[in-house]
């Protein structure tokens, strides 16, 4: 048995225990476990199989096993950086609405000091 075939599905199996962690501690929505289950699930799969990759290839009409992992973690990826981006944007429009309360607040007390 490869070296991979081992360590590969005891980091997933490490990984699937800290998503059900942070799920439990509520850091992170129950559709995102599911989907990273399904994830290192596969990972475990295809770790444990290599041949399983070629027929979910097959599926997919992509020829080559390796080829549908690396447009699997590419998709993957893309859909990651996708929603840090909307993450991102939300956190900026709140931090700009924050910025607006102080700086109205501290112009109305700054205003209030000046007619005393």
């Known amino acids: 048995m490869l070296l991979y075939s081992i360590l ?3 980091i997933s199996i ?3 225990l ?3 962690y942070r799920y439990l501690k509520q850091k992170q929505s129950l559709i995102t476990l ?3 289950t399904i994830l290192w699930l596969f990972v475990i799969l295809f770790s444990i199989f290599p041949r399983a990759s070629e027929q979910f290839a097959r599926l997919f009409g992509i020829t080559r096993g390796l080829d549908f992992i690396i447009i699997a ?4 990826l893309f ?4 929603g840090l981006f909307n993450r991102v944007d939300r ?3 709140e931090i700009n609405k924050i910025v607006k309360e102080v700086a109205i ?3 109305i007390s700054l205003d209030d000091e000046e007619d005393e």
């Open 8 to 10: 590969f599905p005891i």
């Open 14 to 16: 490490l990984a699937i």
């Open 18 to 20: 800290w998503f059900v």
């Open 34 to 36: 599911i989907l990273w």
């Open 73 to 76: 973690v590419f998709v993957v």
């Open 79 to 82: 859909y990651i950086i996708f």
């Open 91 to 93: 956190l900026q429009d």
């Open 105 to 107: 607040n501290n112009e």
